[in-house]
Structure formats: structure tokens, C-alpha cells
């Protein structure tokens, strides 16, 4: 809530940096770009949704788990209110900024004036609050599979704290050592969130019903067709990102 309310703050701040003065015109910009930028592109926005690996947990730990699935469920409300930020940012940013754009749009504002340095400012906090809820599904992993078999008691309890502390560090330093961090993330999107969201749903989804995928096989070619999108999606992104990198 802390995180949400820091946020809430920052994209006020950050549409108001947006409005405040006149926008590059759109005609001047190029309404389509390569296919090198296409991959990069649909790797950030693959990993923007990046919270498919927090669904199932939350979903498990409902009161009404029913509740987050459907047209009305809280998956689809908060999908669509995320989407729209983000198309809105993407937007208004590259209209503002042009091509002088930075990787982020945080990195765009003007870092000498006290508002830009609020904002990161908060964004390094609301960072902070949800880290933990980020790294939840694969620290529950490591320590269910991994740590447990292995340890119990106080040894347990160390090597799950050396196991936390090793997991952190390698993340800062990742984080540390790409400068063009959303090139970075790119390749992240590309490979992680089109097999989270595309490849292994449509895998998981055909061998659950493999004895009946419907008339015509229907669901076969559903899931087929999700699948490629997902793999084109993969290679493009790859391609696209070692090529920047």
C-alpha cells in the first residue's frame, strides 16, 4: 500500500512533466521502426506485465479465489487499468522526449529540479516495499526443493539467509552492471515472459486436455498459434537485444 500510494504520486508528478510544456510533433517522428527495434520493443512489453508469476500464488491465498479470473475478476480489472498506463506513458513520453528519450522515463526528467529527485527518490522506495513480493515465488522454491531436503534447525535457518543474501547481491549487481539497463530487461522479457505467458501455457493447457481438444481439435490449433507467437516473439526479442547489446 505504502508502494502503491508512492506511485500513485510519481505518475502524477510524471504527467504533469509531460503536459507541462509542448510536445515534439508527432509527424515528425516515425510511425514504424525496425525490426532490430520491434524486438526490443515487444521484450519490455512482455516484461512490463511481469506479475504472471505472482498470479498463482495470490490467486491460492484468496479468500475468493474465483474472484481473480473472469471478465469482471481482478486480473482483468487490474490488467486493463496497467495497460492503459503504460500505453499512456510509452505514448506521452516519446511525444515529449523524442528520440532523446532515455531508457526509462525517470531517467528523462530533469534530475536537477527538487520534483525530479523526488520522484526517483520514490520510485527507489516503492521498489523497496515490493521487492519482497517480486523475489517471494522463487526464494518459496529454492528453500521447498532445494534448502529443506538438505538442512533443518539453526543450519536451515543460516543457509537460508547466506541462500537470500547471495540471490540479492547477484541482482544488484546485474542491475550495476548494465548501464543500458532496459536493453537488458529486453532480453529478460524475451526469454522469460514469452515462456511464462505464451510457450509453456499453451503446452501445459494442450497436454491437460490432450484427450479432448475440442471439434476440429480447436484447442490444439489455439494453443499452437500461441505458442509460435510466443517463439517469434522470442527470437525477435534475442536478436534484436545481443544485437543493441
Not at 169 to 186: H, K, R
Not at 196 to 208: E, G, R, V
Request: with cysteine; aromatic share 16%.
Amino acid at each position: 500500500m505504502i508502494a502503491n500510494s508512492y506511485q500513485f504520486i510519481d505518475l502524477r508528478e510524471i504527467f504533469y512533466y509531460n503536459f507541462r510544456d509542448e510536445f515534439s510533433s508527432a509527424f515528425s517522428l516515425d510511425w514504424f521502426g525496425n525490426l532490430r527495434g520491434f524486438g526490443i520493443f515487444f521484450g519490455l512489453a512482455i516484461f512490463s506485465f511481469d506479475g504472471v508469476s505472482v498470479i498463482l500464488p495470490i490467486e491460492n491465498r484468496m479468500q475468493y479465489p474465483h474472484d481473480m479470473l473472469g471478465t469482471s475478476g481482478v486480473l482483468s480489472k487490474s490488467m486493463a487499468i496497467v495497460t492503459i498506463l503504460y500505453s499512456s506513458f510509452g505514448g506521452l513520453g516519446f511525444l515529449k522526449y523524442g528520440y532523446n528519450i532515455n531508457g526509462t522515463i525517470t531517467n528523462s526528467l530533469p534530475i536537477g529540479e527538487f520534483t525530479g529527485q523526488l520522484i526517483l527518490g520514490s520510485y527507489a522506495l516503492a521498489i523497496f516495499f515490493t521487492y519482497a513480493l517480486r523475489i517471494y515465488v522463487p526464494v518459496g522454491i529454492i528453500r521447498a526443493n532445494i534448502l529443506e531436503t538438505r538442512w533443518s534447525g539453526n543450519t536451515l535457518l543460516t543457509m537460508d539467509f547466506l541462500t537470500l543474501t547471495t540471490l540479492n547481491l547477484f541482482i544488484f549487481g546485474l542491475a550495476a552492471a548494465f548501464p543500458d539497463l532496459e536493453v537488458f530487461v529486453s532480453l529478460l522479457g524475451a526469454i522469460k515472459m514469452n515462456t511464462l505467458i505464451f510457450m509453456a501455457p499453451a503446452l501445459i493447457d494442450t497436454a491437460s486436455n490432450w484427450k479432448d481438444l475440442g471439434k476440429y481439435n480447436w484447442k490444439a490449433i489455439k494453443n499452437g498459434t500461441i505458442f509460435l507467437f510466443g517463439m517469434i516473439g522470442m527470437i525477435m526479442g534475442i536478436v534484436g537485444c545481443v544485437l543493441n547489446i
